[in-house]
T-cell receptor, first 111, second 116 residues
Framework: GNSVTQMEGPVTLSEEAFLTINCTYT??????LFWYVQYPGEGLQLLLK?????DKGSNKGFEATYRKETTSFHLEKGSVQVSDSAVYFC??????????FGTGTSLTVIP | DVKVTQSSRYLVKRTGEKVFLECVQD?????MFWYRQDPGLGLRLIYF???????EKGDIPEGYSVSREKKERFSLILESASTNQTSMYLC???????????????FGPGTRLTVL
């Protein structure tokens, strides 16, 4: 079946620190992979996506590379800001109809 | 910009009440979804719909039903609310599958439902 596993939080970092949030997946076929972000009191927003192996998604300084050999899609950012404090969800879809989400990783960035 | 709106941000209901949560999207998307979000459990799919009057059960449909009479509107119904249905409910929409590039979902702001 399809599933997503992401690292447990919460994660607390100082401003300008390097961020990695791990995500691994199990899927049949060739899924598309996504990172969503949820700011306090809001719904989820797409942060970045990758649709095939070795693709790199990037947005707002965040990056993630679709690694088929390790079934991973780790989220990274070189220098986090206080405004990056949010909950991050890794997700996949095989069909475009049904999506599978990880449990979310809460990030707090302190000044 | 795609806009997905939900009828209420906060809702308080009593046990046994019938509850309607409404979701409207303005981008002519074929697919619509209802999730509930709980701490430590992430998002769990309740129902989804890929066309008007069509619905499919997700992972946790028990205690819920849905209605999609128009393409832009997808309603979630709690027939008889219970305290274990206290949660954040998120609606999403997406365009239909096209080619090999699967499309993202667009989310509404969520409805935080409390059942007393």
């Amino acid at each position: 079946g399809n599933s997503v596993t992401q690292m447990e939080g919460p994660v607390t970092l100082s401003e300008e620190a390097f961020l990695t949030i791990n995500c691994t997946y199990t899927a049949t076929g060739y899924p598309s992979l996504f990172w969503y972000v949820q700011y306090p009191g809001e719904g989820l927003q797409l942060l970045l996506k990758a649709t095939k192996a070795d693709d790199k998604g990037s947005n707002k300084g965040f990056e993630a590379t679709y690694r088929k050999e390790t079934t991973s899609f780790h989220l990274e950012k070189g220098s986090v800001q206080v405004s990056d404090s949010a909950v991050y969800f890794c997700a996949l879809t095989n069909t475009g109809n049904q999506f599978y989400f990880g449990t979310g990783t809460s990030l707090t960035v302190i000044p | 910009d795609v806009k997905v709106t939900q009828s209420s941000r906060y809702l308080v209901k009593r046990t046994g009440e019938k509850v309607f949560l409404e979701c409207v999207q303005d981008m002519d998307h074929e697919n619509m979804f209802w999730y509930r979000q709980d701490p430590g459990l992430g998002l769990r799919l309740i129902y989804f719909s890929y066309d008007v009057k069509m619905k499919e059960k997700g992972d946790i449909p028990e205690g819920y039903s849905v209605s999609r009479e128009k393409k832009e509107r997808f309603s979630l119904i709690l027939e008889s609310a219970s305290t274990n249905q206290t949660s954040m409910y998120l609606c999403a929409s997406s365009p239909s599958k096209g080619g090999i590039s699967y499309n993202e979902q667009f989310f509404g702001p969520g409805t935080r439902l409390t059942v007393l």
